[in-house]
């Protein structure tokens, strides 16, 4: 089985830990089990797959590759921060700008993402429940890149950890009441190609607050076990 | 002489609130489900749905490799169901397996070893073998690999994957283990990596004439 640990950390100005939570992630929602059948059908470019992306949206979702080299981001959860450039291969040539503007996506809409809804997590939810936006406005909170540790097994178990840190610089506290996980999945189709992200977990802390000049550090800690 | 191979997947729709969810909230797992039948199409065996027990290190590492988005110049190596450590990178193929009629290197595929499965398996222990021209012994006709779309309820989301192996060898044949094989990819070669493998309890007889049946279904339960 694989499951999940949520660590949520909040550091002062000066990284000194102030506060931690460990709790299991409940949460692994529909669109995870959805995009992991995309890959496993090999759902094609010609006879596409429905899912519903994080704005509500419903998308054609394959997992067509195409050339020699099969690049594909489905499943993307690793990403820079804030409003960096992501690079999400779709699956086909990128021959000229048009199919460019189909690969293209911000570090912040990828990986780990908070929010301030408290709404119950449901195997359908399709996004946040209320995302806090990446920024120093009020009421958002400064998104770094989504990264990954190491990945690493001792039979029985095995496991790698994605985390991501949360800067609040809005003036004011924040209390995050959610965390989820947002992945791509990607249609090469020529006309109609692009990528979206997609919620495939998405988890209620019971609020953590985090206030202005403080850190948040999330963790998911991903593990199997025979 | 030619044999024509008679399996033929059928997916049924099972009402949501009548399957049973074996997870615990926050679990993502597979559920087996082993159907025998006759000739007749009479079920004449029937286990599960039960518990998978066993994501191997391969599931992990291709969802790790797909998520992470591994690029082709620094590639992860993966052991494959040849025992060899494949260098491999994202690609749209992780995790494929769309095996055809007769094909055992992709797809679900049985055995009759019955070691405990570790999560270093990377093969299925004692492979099966396809009966291209029956009847020849111990071996079974391996159908296509068929799949069923996502469905959610309350709980529970999940998806089903499907193989019909009929047993037309002469000779009855006990499985006594299961596991999912799919692809994986470098440039313009693909590569077949073991993602669960589960042993039965006791074993399952197919006997001959006989068709069983393989359900698994992944799925996550909140």
Redesign the interface.
């Known amino acids: 089985m694989l499951t999940a640990r949520l660590i949520l950390e909040r550091f002062d100005k000066d990284n000194r830990l102030i506060e931690k939570r460990d709790q299991p992630s409940r949460s692994f929602v529909s669109q995870f089990i959805e995009l992991l059948y995309v890959a496993h059908a090999q759902i094609t470019v010609f006879a596409p797959y429905v899912m519903t992306d994080v704005g509500g949206n419903p998308r054609d979702i394959d997992s067509s590759g195409d050339g020699d080299r099969e690049y594909k981001a489905n499943l993307m959860v690793g990403s820079p921060p804030g409003n960096s450039q992501v690079i999400t291969p779709i699956g086909r040539d990128l021959d000229d700008r048009f199919d460019w503007d189909k690969v293209h996506n911000e570090g912040q809409n990828i990986g780990i993402q908070v929010g301030t809804g408290a709404g119950a997590v449901t195997p359908t939810d399709i996004a946040m429940g209320t995302r806090i936006v990446h920024g120093s406005g009020m009421g958002e909170l400064e998104y770094g890149g989504c990264e990954f540790l190491s990945i690493a097994f001792a039979d029985p178990n095995g496991q790698f950890t994605i985390r991501r840190y949360f800067t609040n610089n809005s003036g004011g506290g924040i209390t995050v009441e959610e965390v989820g996980i947002y992945a791509i999945g990607s249609h090469g189709d020529v006309a109609a190609g692009g990528n979206w992200p997609f919620c495939i977990a998405r988890d209620l802390t019971g609020g953590i607050a985090v206030l202005d000049t403080e850190l948040l550090r999330a963790t998911y800690v991903v593990q199997i076990t025979v | 002489m030619t044999h024509e191979i008679k399996a033929k997947s059928a997916l049924k729709v099972i009402e949501p609130e009548k399957v049973k969810t074996l ?1 615990m ?5 597979a559920t087996i489900e082993l159907i025998v039948k006759d000739k007749n199409g009479k079920i004449t065996d029937h286990r599960g749905p039960m ?1 998978s ?5 391969q ?3 291709l ?2 490799i ?4 591994i690029p ?1 110049n620094s590639l992860y190596q993966v052991r494959d169901t040849g025992n060899v450590l494949r260098a491999i990178c ?9 095996a055809g009629i007769g094909v055992v290197t992709l797809g679900i595929i049985v055995g009759t070893g019955n070691t405990a ?4 398996d990377y093969v299925i222990e004692t492979p099966i073998p396809h009966d291209a021209v029956p009847p020849t012994a111990g071996a079974l006709q391996y159908g296509a690999v068929a ?1 069923g ?2 469905a ?8 089903t ?1 499907t193989r019909d192996f009929s047993n037309n060898s002469g000779g009855a044949i006990t499985v006594n283990e299961i596991g999912l094989y ?1 692809e994986g ?1 470098v ?2 070669i693909t590569y077949y990596f073991m993602t669960i493998r589960d042993v039965i309890g006791g074993g399952l007889a197919v006997p001959n004439g006989q068709t069983l049946t393989i359900n698994y279904q ?3 339960a ?1």
């Open positions: 997870l909230p926050g679990e993502v797992g518990r027990r066993s994501f191997t290190r599931f992990l590492e969802l790790w797909q998520a992470l988005q082709e994202e690609s749209a193929k992780t995790f494929t397996c769309d499965p570790t999560i270093d799949f779309a996502p959610s309820d309350a709980t529970t989301s999940r998806f994957i799919v990819y440039y313009n992944p799925q996550a909140i």
